[in-house]
């Protein structure tokens, strides 16, 4: 019997993207994925709000100023963007299309808008999760324990947070970050599924042809 090729099969690089009301998780939840699984890279967004203590520059974000991410916009470098928090933040378009031309996944920590953005742009490479809070008074536990950021932005982040939950229903598939290895496993679930979506694996018409072939 003739040997089948599955070296026809390629797959197309999907964009999962995570958003959450500030201090959920979404962070922690993006850093245990990239640990656990090599095939799925970070988009590092470009931001104008001001570095936190811990972060690193190009790790965490590009830390630039209003001029040169107002010049990205209007030029098209960026794939979405958006003020969150009376900051800009976008997603440098690069980048991201080389990873995705390369196969590879790549994974966006971003808000609703953005994800919107994304969506009507490329809804078929799009996968997105929404990322809740266990209960407010968790969520003002993490965002306080966290210990990177001000009264004052803590209560601005709890006064935006009903807005951000309120784009849920937008979202393929929405966790509850309760136990942060059980979301882990839960969003690396997701994304093994959604790479055996039969629109993801090109050349699976020709594969399945060279098998009845052989029949
Ligand atoms: N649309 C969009 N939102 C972003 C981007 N990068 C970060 N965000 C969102 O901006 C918000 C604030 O992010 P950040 O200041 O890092 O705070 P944190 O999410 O509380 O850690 C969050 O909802 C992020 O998901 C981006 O490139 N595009
Ligand atoms: N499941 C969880 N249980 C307890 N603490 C968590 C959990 N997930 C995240 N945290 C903590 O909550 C804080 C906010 O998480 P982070 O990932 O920065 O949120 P986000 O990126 O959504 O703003 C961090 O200190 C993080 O360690």
Redesign the pocket.
């Known amino acids: 019997m003739a040997a089948t090729n599955t070296s026809l099969i390629h797959r197309r690089g999907l964009m999962l993207v995570?958003?959450?009301?500030?201090?959920a998780g979404?962070?922690t939840i993006a850093r245990g994925l990239l640990e656990r699984d090599a095939g799925i890279t970070m988009?590092v967004?470009?931001?104008t709000?001001p570095m936190?203590p811990g972060e690193a520059e190009g790790l965490?974000?590009y830390f630039i100023d209003q001029q040169r991410f107002d010049h990205m916009a209007d030029t098209g470098d960026?794939l979405?963007?958006?003020r969150?928090?009376g900051?800009c933040?976008?997603?440098p378009r690069v980048a991201v299309e080389d990873a995705l031309g390369a196969g590879r996944d790549v994974l966006?920590?971003?808000?609703w808008?953005?994800?919107q953005?994304l969506a009507q742009n490329a809804r078929d490479d799009l996968v997105s999760v929404f990322v809740l809070p266990p209960s407010v008074g968790e969520l003002e536990r993490r965002?306080r324990g966290?210990g990177q950021?001000s009264e004052e932005v803590i209560a601005n982040?709890m006064a935006k947070a009903s807005n951000?939950i309120s784009h849920w229903p937008e979202y393929d598939y929405v966790i509850v970050n309760s136990d942060v290895n059980e979301s882990i496993a839960a969003v690396e679930a997701i994304l093994h599924a959604e790479r055996l979506r039969r629109r993801r694996q090109v050349g699976l018409p020709e594969f399945v042809r060279s098998i009845q072939d052989t029949l």
Request: glycine share 8%.
């Open positions: 995570l958003s959450s009301p500030s201090g979404k962070t988009s967004s470009v931001t709000r936190r965490d974000y960026l979405e963007h958006a969150v928090f900051n933040y976008g997603t966006f920590a971003i808000d808008q953005g994800a953005q965002l966290r950021d982040r951000e």
